[in-house]
């Protein structure tokens, strides 16, 4: 049988969608100016078009185009929300953040050098499906707390947050409400003003735009939040991300939110399909598989399997040309089992016999059914050969 390689890491990055380069070559010839340049054509130009992408992304959004500041991704995102909200003296003893211990390293390290920096953090336990309630975050809100950062969607998981009551219990509390939402633009609906949202980082990378993009939405009215920069420089974007603007990268990021806007109710349903009928073609093979996440609120193209009495080390392994995700993290070399799969519930030995199937835009039918035919055999070879083993010695 020919083997052809399937891509389903979609949640560590995406391809470039082709309607997106187009858009963007005009923007790495020609059309080379500095958006800062004010006295010709050249500056003009690329200044119009990184313009008319900031409309774009607040339009995904429901915000307002100035609200929208471009950034290198959403690490960077992250970073000048959280260290930026917290001036280097508190203000009015403001000292107090909240977090949970499922977010992205962007959030949980920056959060860590705040606590450095002498501030305090309470870091939420999810329930057994990855979200965080309305109700504890209200429990944790003191009178010193100053920010809640919390993921719209896990990236291992794909479990969503309840946004919007969280939101609202933010604001009810006057207290600033920060979202990851790397995972969640252009893959489920978002509205900064239904969702009470004060900071909402993005990412390029993660629906179909170029690595090196992303921003930062930062809420300016009923009142304005109040950001202290990270970097110093030439004043661009109101001096809270100073540098020369990426042009070509911002065009490709417009261009990634136009068309996930135009397509995400219906691309939402099929991923939704395919993740389902992968679920099934493997369940209906494979006995002894846990689902990890929510299978209520969850991303459209998340699937993350557990599959007991098996090496996940040697299912990858077995299955070179399908590009997945494991569920453990390689630091400094050595494998440990995923901190969200432990935040929630999953043993260790489990964890290391985990995979994350994250589908995309371009995964077809026929990619789920291969995918889902060569991982239930892969699983099932694996546990009657250490059946074999084990009945040998
Ligand atoms: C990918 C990702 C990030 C990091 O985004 P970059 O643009 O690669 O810096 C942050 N948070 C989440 C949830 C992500 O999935």
């Known amino acids: ?149 919390l993921m719209a969607a896990n990236n291992e998981i794909g479990t969503l947050n309840p946004l919007e009551e969280i939101g609202a219990v933010c604001r009810r509390a006057g207290v600033l409400f920060h979202t990851d939402a790397a995972q969640a633009v252009g893959k489920i609906p978002l509205d900064v003003e239904a969702m009470q949202i004060d900071l909402l980082s993005l990412s390029g990378h993660k629906f179909y735009a170029p690595k090196g993009v992303g921003a930062l939405y930062v809420r300016s009215r009923p009142t304005r939040v109040k950001l202290t920069p990270l970097q110093h420089g030439g004043g661009q974007e109101r ?50 598989t846990r689902r990890n996440g929510s299978p209520t609120a969850g991303l459209p193209g998340t699937l993350n399997l ?12 077995s299955l070179p040309d399908i590009a997945l995700s494991s569920g453990s993290a390689c630091t400094t070399g050595s494998a440990e089992p995923s901190y969200v799969l432990k935040a929630i519930g999953v043993s260790d030995r489990l964890a290391m016999s985990t995979v994350r199937f994250s589908l995309g835009r371009f995964t077809t039918e026929a990619e789920v059914d291969q995918a889902s035919a060569r991982v239930a055999d892969a699983v099932l070879k694996l546990r009657s050969r250490l059946a074999a083993v084990s009945g040998a010695s």
């Not at 992408?53 to 000048?80: H, M, P, Q, W």
């Not at 136009?258 to 939402?268: M, T, V």
């Open 239 to 288: 001096g809270l991300r100073p540098g020369t603007l990426n042009v070509p990268g911002i065009v490709g990021l417009g261009a990634a939110c136009r068309i996930a806007q135009e397509e995400l109710g219906a691309e939402a349903a099929r991923l939704t399909s395919l993740r389902d009928r992968l679920y099934q073609n493997i369940t209906s093979r494979v006995q002894g």
């Open 306 to 317: 557990s599959f007991e009495g098996i090496d996940g080390t040697a299912l990858f392994l």
């Open 1 to 149: 049988m020919e083997t052809t390689s399937i891509y389903l890491d979609h949640n560590a990055t995406t391809p470039m969608d082709p309607r997106v380069l187009e858009a963007m070559l005009p923007y790495l010839r020609d059309k080379f100016g500095n958006a800062s340049s004010k006295s010709h054509a050249w500056g003009w130009a690329a200044n119009e078009a990184v313009e008319a992408a900031r409309e774009s992304v607040g339009s995904i959004l429901g915000a307002a185009a100035k609200d929208v500041l471009f950034t290198a991704g959403a690490t960077e995102a992250n970073n000048l929300a959280i260290l930026g909200s917290f001036p280097l003296r508190s203000a009015g003893g403001k000292t107090h953040v909240i977090t949970s211990a499922v977010e992205h390293h962007a959030v949980l390290d920056t959060v860590d050098e705040l606590r450095r920096r002498g501030f305090e953090s309470t870091v939420l336990r999810p329930d057994a499906s990855g979200g965080v309630s309305a109700e504890q975050v209200r429990n944790a809100i003191t009178d010193r707390t100053l920010l809640v950062s």
